[in-house]
């Protein structure tokens, strides 16, 4: 689905200071970033392997409040006097994957059935972590 704004210029007034405002959308997906594309502003934080970004839309609008609040998409430069702009961007931590942890086979159970060609015995193994953010899957466990 698309959407059509018209963007609007119009000279500031001080009748329009408290009818603009910044609308925010909601943060997108964290998405991994190559350590040559990193800014400078992230070298201090620690478990940069696992940085990502996130972005979200900033918008300035005018705001109409009349009978029904209507928002008209204005250039940005508008709303700039009457607040910071929010960050579109943020840096975001990706998990690591973990990889399936099994512990060792049981020992082998009784012999149940056991005949000259039947040999019925077992042996289990139990999940200790199961497998996160696309990690190993687990080997059958019997």
Not at 20 to 46: H, T, Y
Not at 69 to 83: E, G, M, P, Q, S
Not at 116 to 121: P, S
């Amino acid at each position: 689905m698309h959407y059509r704004y018209h963007v609007a210029k119009f000279q500031y007034s001080s009748s329009f200071r408290d009818k603009l405002q910044w609308q925010v959308g909601a943060w997108g997906p964290c998405l991994p970033v190559s350590p040559a594309g990193l800014a400078a502003e992230a070298a201090d934080i620690p478990e940069r392997d696992n940085l990502g970004v996130t972005q979200r839309n900033v918008t300035c609008v005018l705001v109409s409040h009349d009978a029904v609040k209507v928002h008209r998409v204005v250039y940005d430069d508008n709303c700039f006097t009457v607040a910071r702009k929010p960050d579109p961007v943020r840096f975001c931590h990706i998990p690591k994957p973990q990889d399936c942890v099994v512990s060792q086979f049981s020992s082998w159970s009784l012999c149940d059935g056991c005949g000259d060609d039947v040999n019925n015995q077992t042996r289990v193994r139990v999940v200790i972590v199961a497998p996160m953010n696309g990690g190993k899957p687990c080997p059958e466990v019997s």
